[in-house]
C-alpha cells in the first residue's frame, strides 16, 4: 500500500479537529495543523523518505513525535494516537467543524449536552429547536445553523485540485505503463483546473481497451470497482477520490478530449453550434451523415464548427464561445510568462526557511527577483514584524543583494489593514520598503459597507501597492468577507494598486470573476505564491491556472513585467 502525504495531512489533520474539539493546548493543536500543511506542501513523498531512511526531523514543524507519526502511518497506515482519539470522540464528529458558525467549542457543548454526533444529529436537535437552549448559543446561531445546513447538503463532495493531483498524477502514470497504451490525459474538472474536483476523469487511447481496463481496477488503491465495461470503467480510490476511465481509438482522441474535458455547459454550445454547420459532434468524432470530418486532434474538432481552439480553462460557457468566433479569445498568461514572486515569508515570521533560502529557491524556480513580505506586528501568532525587526531584516536583504547573482531580492512587507484603514505600520518605515502588500486578517465579519470601506482607505495610503488574497476566502473553510468587489477594484485602479491572485491551493484568491473584472477595469493582477517555505514556489502553477480561468493574459499580469518596467508601477510617491 502507497501511503501519499496527502493520507498523513489528513490524518494530522483530524488529530487537530479532535483535539481541538477536546479543547486540547491550542499549541499542540497548532503543531498537527501546520504538520499537515508541511505534508501536503512537500514536494518528495514522505513514504519513500521512510523507505530510504531519511531524517524526518529536518522538515519544517517535525519533531521526534510527528516524525514516529509518520513512520507508523507509512509502515502501517495506521495512526494509534488517532485510534485513540477515536474511542474518546466519534469520527464523524469532525464533519460539524465544516458547517459556518460551528467552532470545536460549540461542537464540544452540542456533544456533552445534547449527543449531537453527526450532521443529520445536529439537523434533527435544531429542527427540534433544542439547540438555541444551550449557553453559548441562541435563537439567531440555532437559525443560521438551520441555513448553513441547508446549504450543506446541496454542497457535493469536492477535493482541491491540488490535494486531487497527489492521487490523479501517479494514477495517470500507471495508466500510461499498462501494454498497449498509447496516450493518457486528465480530463473533465481537472483539466480545467478548477477549484475543486467531483471526480477525476482519465482517457486512454489504446487498440485492446479491454486489457487496460483490467489493469485500471487492479490499481493498488481502488477500493471499490462501481462499474466495468469494455471501454470505461469507474473506480473509487481509497482516498475517496472517485474515478472514472475512458478508453477509446487513437483516431478518436481529439474528439474523445473534447467530450471529456467538457465542461457539459460549453459542450451543449459547441454541438448546437454543430448543427447550425449540419454536422454532429460526438466522443468518436464530428459526422457529416455518416461521414467522419474530424476528431483526431481537439483543433480539428474546433474547426469543423468554425472556432479556434479553445484553452480547456475557458469551456465553462462563459463567453468564450462568442469570442473565439469573434476572434477575440485571450492569448492566456503561461507559466513561464512569471518573471517575479510577490508575497513570500521567511522565519523571521510564520515562513520555515530563511532569507537566503527563499531566495535561492526563488532563483531555482525561475524567477529573477522576489518580494520578501512579513507579517507585520498586529499578527502576533505570526510573529509578525515592528518597525526595528523589519528594518533589521531590510539591511540583510541589501547585503544579500550585494552577493546573490540572478535573483533581486525587493523589500517588503505584508502589513495589516487595521479595522478603521489604517496599515499596521507608520508611513516612514513602508515608505522604505519597495513594496508594501496589505491584507486583512481580523474582523472578517464587518459589514459590507465598512469592510470595503476598510480596504478602500487602506488604498488611500501612499505606499500601499498590492491587496493580499481579496475575499479572504478559503476553499471549503472559510466564506469571502462582505465587500464590494467593483468598488474596490475602481478604486485600485485609481489610486493605482493592484489586487493578488494568490496561489496557494487553498485560497486560489481572486476568483475567477474577479480576475475578469480586474482585466476588464484595467487593474493588474499580481499572482503571487504565498511561500512560506522553499517548496512554497511550486503553487504558483495553481494560479496560473486561476488567472487562465480568469481570462488573463500575460499583459494583465502584474510580475510578467522584469524588474526595470515593475519598479515604476509599484507606488513609491514618498520614498526616495
Ligand atoms: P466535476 O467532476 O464535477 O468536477 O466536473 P466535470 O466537468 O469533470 O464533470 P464530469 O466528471 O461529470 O464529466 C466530465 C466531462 O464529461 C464533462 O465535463 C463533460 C462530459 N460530460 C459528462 N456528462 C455529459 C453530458 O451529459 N453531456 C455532455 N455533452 N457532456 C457530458
Ligand atoms: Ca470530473
Ligand atoms: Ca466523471
Redesign the pocket.
Known amino acids: 500500500m502507497t501511503v501519499h502525504n496527502a493520507d498523513i495531512a489528513a490524518v494530522f489533520e483530524e488529530i487537530a479537529d479532535l483535539l481541538e474539539i477536546e479543547g486540547a493546548n491550542p499549541f499542540r493543536v497548532r503543531a498537527y495543523r501546520n504538520a499537515a500543511r508541511e505534508m501536503e506542501a512537500l514536494g518528495v513523498s514522505a513514504a519513500e523518505m521512510v523507505a530510504k531512511g531519511d531524517d524526518l526531523t529536518e522538515l519544517p514543524g517535525i519533531g521526534q513525535d510527528l516524525a514516529a507519526k509518520i513512520r507508523e502511518i507509512v509502515e502501517t497506515g495506521k495512526c494509534k494516537a488517532l485510534d485513540k482519539l477515536h474511542l474518546e470522540m466519534p469520527p464523524t464528529i469532525t464533519e460539524l467543524l465544516k458547517i459556518p458558525g460551528l467552532g470545536p467549542k460549540r461542537v464540544r457543548a452540542l456533544y456533552e449536552h445534547l449527543k449531537v454526533k453527526t450532521v443529520e444529529q445536529l439537523a434533527k436537535a435544531a429542527k427540534a429547536g433544542k439547540i438555541h437552549e444551550l449557553e453559548g448559543f441562541g435563537p439567531k446561531t440555532e437559525q443560521a445553523i438551520v441555513e448553513a445546513l441547508a446549504a450543506h447538503v446541496t454542497e457535493?463532495k469536492?477535493m482541491k485540485l491540488a490535494i486531487a493531483a497527489q492521487y490523479a498524477e501517479p494514477l495517470s502514470e500507471y495508466i500510461a505503463k499498462l501494454p498497449g497504451v498509447k496516450e493518457v490525459i486528465l480530463?473533465?474538472?481537472?483539466?480545467?483546473a478548477?477549484e475543486?474536483?467531483?471526480?477525476?476523469?482519465l482517457l486512454a487511447t489504446a487498440k485492446d481497451s479491454a486489457k487496460v481496463m483490467d489493469g485500471f481496477v487492479r490499481y493498488e488503491e481502488v477500493k471499490d470497482v462501481l462499474a466495468q465495461g469494455e471501454t470505461r470503467a469507474t473506480v473509487m480510490l481509497k482516498s475517496g477520490l472517485q474515478v472514472?476511465l475512458r478508453v477509446v481509438e487513437p483516431d478518436c482522441y481529439g474528439a474523445a478530449l473534447q467530450?471529456?474535458?467538457?465542461?457539459?455547459s460549453?459542450?451543449?454550445e459547441?454541438?448546437r453550434l454543430a448543427q447550425e454547420h449540419g454536422l454532429k459532434v460526438s466522443?468518436y468524432g464530428v459526422f457529416k451523415g455518416d461521414k467522419r470530418v474530424a476528431g483526431d486532434t481537439e483543433e480539428s474538432v474546433y474547426k469543423a464548427v468554425g472556432l479556434p481552439w479553445i484553452a480547456p480553462e475557458l469551456?465553462e460557457n462563459h463567453g468564450e464561445i462568442e469570442a473565439a468566433r469573434a476572434g477575440k479569445l485571450p492569448k492566456l498568461i503561461e507559466p513561464g510568462d512569471l518573471k517575479g514572486d510577490l508575497h513570500v515569508h521567511t522565519r523571521a515570521t510564520d515562513g520555515h526557511n530563511t532569507l537566503r533560502e527563499m531566495a535561492e529557491a526563488a532563483r531555482a524556480a525561475g524567477l529573477d527577483y522576489v518580494a520578501i513580505t512579513e507579517h507585520s506586528r498586529r499578527l502576533t501568532v505570526a510573529h509578525g514584524l515592528d518597525p526595528q525587526r523589519l528594518r533589521r531584516q531590510m539591511a540583510e536583504i541589501d547585503k544579500l543583494n550585494a552577493e546573490l547573482k540572478g535573483i533581486t531580492i525587493l523589500k517588503g512587507i505584508e502589513v495589516d489593514i487595521l479595522e478603521n484603514g489604517q496599515l499596521d505600520l507608520p508611513d516612514e518605515v513602508l515608505a522604505e520598503c519597495d513594496i508594501v502588500v496589505g491584507a486583512v486578517h481580523s474582523k472578517f465579519n464587518l459589514p459590507r459597507a465598512k469592510q470595503t470601506n476598510r480596504i478602500l482607505r487602506a488604498m488611500d495610503q501612499p505606499s500601499f501597492s498590492i491587496l493580499a488574497h481579496p475575499t479572504g476566502r478559503l476553499i471549503d473553510t472559510r466564506e469571502p468577507y462582505d465587500i464590494d468587489m467593483l468598488k474596490i477594484v475602481r478604486h485600485a485602479r485609481e489610486r493605482g494598486c493592484f489586487l493578488e491572485l494568490n496561489a496557494h491551493p487553498e485560497r486560489l484568491d481572486l476568483l475567477d470573476i474577479h480576475c475578469q473584472l480586474a482585466r476588464e477595469e484595467g487593474v493588474l493582477v499580481a499572482i503571487s505564491s504565498d511561500a512560506h517555505d522553499v517548496r512554497g514556489y511550486a503553487n504558483l502553477k495553481y494560479g496560473i491556472g486561476q488567472a487562465r480561468r480568469g481570462w488573463l493574459t500575460k499583459e494583465d499580469v502584474l510580475n510578467t513585467r522584469p524588474l526595470k518596467l515593475l519598479r515604476p508601477l509599484l507606488k513609491r510617491t514618498i520614498s526616495s
Open positions: 457535493a469536492r480530463a473533465g474538472s481537472y483539466r480545467r478548477r475543486t474536483v467531483g471526480d477525476i476523469d472514472d467530450y471529456f474535458t467538457g465542461s457539459k460549453h459542450n451543449i459547441i454541438r466522443e469551456r
